[in-house]
T-cell receptor, first 112, second 114 residues
Framework: QQPVQSPQAVILREGEDAVINCSSS?????VHWYRQKHGEAPIFLMI?????EQKGHDKISASFNEKKQQSSLYLTASQLSYSGTYFC?????????????FGRGTQLTVWP | NAGVTQTPKFQVLKTGQSMTLQCAQD?????MYWYRQDPGMGLRLIYY???????DKGEVPNGYNVSRLNKREFSLRLESAAPSQTSVYFC?????????????FGDGTRLSIL
């Protein structure tokens, strides 16, 4: 039930774009995205609830393809502050307690 | 704005010792969670409490017990610590079990068992 994230790691130059993918073998109700910097707590980025929904936060956006049970996180014109590990968390459709299953994370490094 | 507070922040134990990790939230949230984070493994759920008075096992509950003391506090106990329990432990809370609400994490407890 743990979603699969890809790639495991990404190295970018400042200003480049990146895409992080999250896929599940289960039908999903929602997808959550978090970012964690080294030695710190995960910080909430966004939740996607509906199939096809797209959300944005500054230059970070995400999409959710309900039919494919996939979500993608888009980081545009990356900044040094985007460095960290990104986790997706999925909630299965029909879950009564809204339990989150987290992927193993994608480590993003942005160099100047 | 304290949010989710975990104590202690660091702890070193010897194999076989016991200890309790404390977690408190001041956001009036109903649901609380304990995760462990190991390198390359992501966040794995140990136990959770969807509401005051209820607790349920997560993915990796063996070797742990929990107590939902009241709405604010959710503690995690290691009865007989083992080296395999060396990890970073995060407590989190959420308004309720409804899936369109974010989880808020504490700063973590770094636990080493020798």
């Amino acid at each position: 039930q743990q979603p699969v994230q890809s790639p495991q790691a990404v190295i970018l130059r400042e200003g480049e774009d990146a895409v992080i993918n999250c896929s599940s073998s289960k039908a999903l109700y929602s997808v959550h995205w978090y970012r964690q910097k080294h030695g710190e707590a995960p910080i909430f980025l966004m939740i996607l609830l509906k199939g096809g929904e797209q959300k944005g936060h500054d230059k970070i956006s995400a999409s959710f393809n309900e039919k494919k049970q996939q979500s993608s996180l888009y980081l545009t014109a990356s900044q040094l502050s985007y460095s960290g590990t990104y986790f997706c968390g999925t909630v299965d459709r029909g879950s009564t307690l809204g339990r989150l299953y987290f992927g193993r994370g994608t480590q993003l490094t942005v160099w100047p | 704005n304290a949010g989710v507070t975990q104590t202690p922040k660091f702890q070193v134990l010897k194999t076989g010792q016991s200890m309790t990790l404390q977690c408190a939230q001041d956001m009036n949230h109903n649901s609380m969670y304990w995760y462990r984070q190991d390198p390359g493994m992501g966040l794995r759920l140990i136990y959770y409490s969807a509401s005051e008075g209820t607790t349920d096992k997560g993915e990796v509950p063996n070797g742990y017990n929990v107590s939902r003391l009241n709405k604010r506090e959710f503690s995690l106990r290691l009865e007989s610590a083992a080296p395999s329990q060396t990890s970073v432990y995060f407590c989190a809370s959420r308004q309720g079990p409804v899936s369109n609400q974010p989880q808020h994490f504490g700063d973590g407890t770094r636990l080493s068992i020798l």
